[in-house]
């Protein structure tokens, strides 16, 4: 009888003919089969095992544990830590590619496979595997284990309510799970998920800004930015540091490979820019991920893709809130909540507190509204000033933007918009006022007016045309992904200050350069 299926017969070649398990490995490691009760509380992951790198590709059996006792045919991984067994667990390659766990623990069970305890499992791409308070992620591709890092979640106590939209609703949220909320349109999902976003819906004075990232339902990117410049603004807006190596993590922890780091967000599908806005939340290291809708508009299994990665983020203690409308990824949620439309404004049908409401978590509360002071609060606008001013450097030059090719040559659009747009001005500014002062006058086309002066004004009206026409483009354009961006602890203020900085200095350069033109076509 096969121990993962419990099929009987079937088994040749050493593996279980049904579903392929290895079952004459598991014999020749599992010689007492000991009927161990599952351990219920998952401890929380430490980040003791930053460095330990487990490669597959090498054995097919490797066996990790406390112990450095060979075991023969097997690769043995020693990790001396007080959480693991002896002989902890062991990792097999099966014959047709795929993974299999098997847990060796004696005295307790305490593996989790994405959060959930299990003796036995087959491995998948992506999946989380927990040793006691230790925990890794499985490439498949790469053939290795590598380690992932805790994220430090919150416990929410919300008491939400907005006239009209959304009666009073008192949930307790924990950290380290899932929490769905569903219903029909209307009735105050959003709303809800809003007001957890801001802090206004959660008791107490709570100031959520750079510890809740969020995941729009529409897919708001800069279209002519880089992915990787785009993760490395988020990190640094939530006051990361973030290194080169992070970023190829965090596209790696998603499913997307390192090289996707220079491409732009028009050439991703769907899915693939869903996986990159969980990458942002990654390296944002915010502890709580709210989500509008981050499965819409996909097929099935994207959506179960995406809401998989998000549930990873949860297993490493990140508190996760989503809304969905697809019944069938609602298994990886530890909550659902079901909402309802009433004449007051939606509400939450039931009893929806969720985990202990007389345990309040009061260190977070207290962490949350901690004041940092006026100084801190000005170090940190002059920080994100000069992250948007970058931002907005790169977008100007963005090779997204290149138009024209003559040849081999590649001609930028900012080289056009420098060279090109001030030369179209300075030719209709010379064609309409000639370089003869007595001409028009006794043409009697523009009366006495001076053509000095009309060349002025001509000159004044282009530059204005040159610098606003672009800079009214860019913002009327990206309304909506600016007024998203204010989710990072971004203001508008900021966003148009740098973005006027940055169009003022481009103005005052093509200004220059259409004062040359213009005087060597006059000359």
């Known amino acids: 009888r096969c121990p993962y299926c419990d099929e009987v017969g079937g088994e040749g070649q050493g593996g279980c003919a049904h579903c392929g398990f290895p079952c004459d490995i598991y014999r020749r490691l599992v010689t007492d089969p000991n009927d161990v009760p599952d351990q219920s509380r998952r401890d929380s992951i430490e980040c003791q095992n ?38 902890h667990v062991a990792i097999i390659r099966g014959q047709d590619e795929s993974t299999w766990l098997i847990d060796l623990a004696r005295t307790r069970c305490c593996v989790f496979i994405d959060g959930r305890p299990t003796r036995l499992a087959k491995l998948c791409h992506g999946t989380v595997v927990q040793l006691g308070p230790l925990a890794w992620r499985l490439n498949t591709v790469k053939g290795v284990l590598s380690p ?125 820019l869903r996986r990159f806005r969980i990458a942002g939340a990654l390296l944002s290291g915010a502890g709580v991920i709210v989500a509008d809708e981050p499965d819409s508009g996909l097929d099935h299994e994207t959506a179960d893709e995406v809401i998989s990665l998000l549930h990873s983020l949860a297993v490493r203690g990140a508190t996760i809130v989503a809304v969905t409308h697809h019944r069938h990824v609602l298994s990886y949620f530890d909550h659902v909540i079901t909402m309802r439309a009433t004449d007051k404004g939606g509400a939450v049908e039931g009893d929806a507190v969720l985990g202990d409401p007389g345990d309040p978590s009061k260190a977070d509360a207290e962490a949350m509204v901690e004041d940092s002071g006026w100084v801190d609060a000005t170090i940190g606008m002059a920080r994100r000033f000069r992250i948007l001013l970058r931002r907005e450097r790169q977008k100007l030059t963005s090779p997204i933007l290149t138009r024209i090719s003559i040849g081999r040559i590649r001609v930028p659009h900012f080289v056009l918009s420098l060279i090109l747009v001030p030369l179209l001005f300075a030719m209709s500014v010379a064609i309409s006022v000639p370089t003869d002062p007595n001409r028009d006058v006794q043409d009697g086309l523009y009366g006495d007016i001076a053509p000095i002066a009309r060349l002025g004004f001509l000159s004044i009206v282009s530059v204005v045309w040159m610098s606003a026409s672009g800079s009214h483009l860019s913002i009327t354009r990206d309304r909506v992904l600016y007024d998203y961006e204010r989710s990072h602890g971004l203001t508008w203020g900021g966003i148009l200050s740098a973005k006027s900085v940055v169009l003022v200095i481009v103005g005052l350069l093509q200004t220059l350069v259409f004062a040359v033109l213009l005087y060597l076509i006059r000359d």
């Open 148 to 272: 992932v890092a805790p994220i430090a979640g919150l416990d929410l106590s919300v008491d939400a309510e907005v006239e009209g939209r959304l009666t009073r609703t008192q949930l307790e949220i924990r950290r380290g799970q899932m929490t769905a909320l569903v219903g029909p349109s209307g009735c105050g999902k959003s709303t809800l998920l809003e007001a957890i976003r801001d802090g206004s819906g959660l008791a107490g004075s709570v100031e959520m800004a750079g510890r809740v990232f969020f995941v729009p339902q529409r897919d708001l990117v800069h279209h002519d930015l880089r992915l990787g410049d785009a993760l490395l603004a988020i990190g640094q807006l939530y006051g990361r540091d973030v290194l080169p190596f992070e970023i190829d993590a965090a596209l790696d922890s998603v499913g997307l490979p390192p090289s996707f780091k220079t491409k732009f967000p028009g050439e991703l599908s769907g899915g693939q």
């Open 50 to 87: 930053a460095g330990v790198v487990i490669r597959l590709d090498h054995h097919p059996i490797v066996i990790i544990g406390r112990s450095d006792q060979p075991f023969d045919g097997a690769d043995v991984q020693t990790i001396r830590h007080r959480g693991l067994e002896e002989r």
